[in-house]
């Protein structure tokens, strides 16, 4: 239910595009049920351990917008996000991350049954962030297929499977943005986002 939720708060996409939509209901939605206490932070990453390596490209991939494989229209969606989540945090020093910019798109008025262009939508991300993050990893990604290497990734955000259970290392150099994924961040009615 949640992941489907989710789908709402994103404009309409086209079909080649079916990847954005679900890609971000996919990492959303532990995220999501993290942040109201609904899974914990290590049930979070052993799933994306287990199920992001899924989403990356195989033989004959030809980029995001034109392989509708399940794995890479789910998963590799999820990978576009993480990617763009984590880079997003980098260039803000944590101070922005996927959820401002998916905020931002969702307050446009736009919602499931409005058709936008992805340019539009990641502009609108974009500007909310202050980065241009969103629309860079789509002209990387859209048309080739990129394999970012996720073993290095989770390493950098101090994540180990150790005897089938994940642990956190908070000295790795991107710990902090690790935990901030998952922070609880909300709109104070005068301040601006505060974090919990």
């Known amino acids: 239910m949640v992941h489907e939720m989710i789908h709402l708060s994103l404009p309409g996409v086209a079909d080649d595009h079916n990847w954005l939509a679900e890609g971000v209901a996919t990492y959303v939605e532990g995220i999501a049920r993290v942040q109201s206490a609904n899974m914990t932070e290590a049930q979070l990453w052993e799933e994306y351990l287990l199920s992001m390596p899924k989403g990356l490209p195989q033989a004959h991939d030809r980029g995001l917008d034109r392989t509708h494989t399940w794995a890479r229209t789910y998963w590799g969606g999820a990978v576009y996000c993480l990617l763009a989540d984590v880079k997003i945090r ?3 020093g944590d101070r922005y991350g996927l959820q401002d910019a998916l905020r931002a798109i969702a307050e446009s008025g736009a919602g499931m049954p409005t058709p936008w262009s992805v340019e539009r939508i990641f502009a609108t991300g974009d500007a909310a962030t202050g980065t241009s993050v ?4 789509y002209h990387e990604m859209k048309d080739q297929p990129v394999s970012p290497v ?5 390493k950098d955000l101090g994540i180990r499977q150790i005897n089938g259970r994940v642990q956190f290392d908070d000295s790795a150099w991107l710990a902090t943005t690790r935990r901030a994924i998952t922070r609880v961040k909300y709109l104070h009615p005068t301040d601006g986002p505060i974090e919990q």
């Open 90 to 92: 980098e260039q803000t």
């Open 134 to 137: 969103l629309s860079d990893l």
């Open 150 to 154: 996720l073993t290095r990734l989770w």
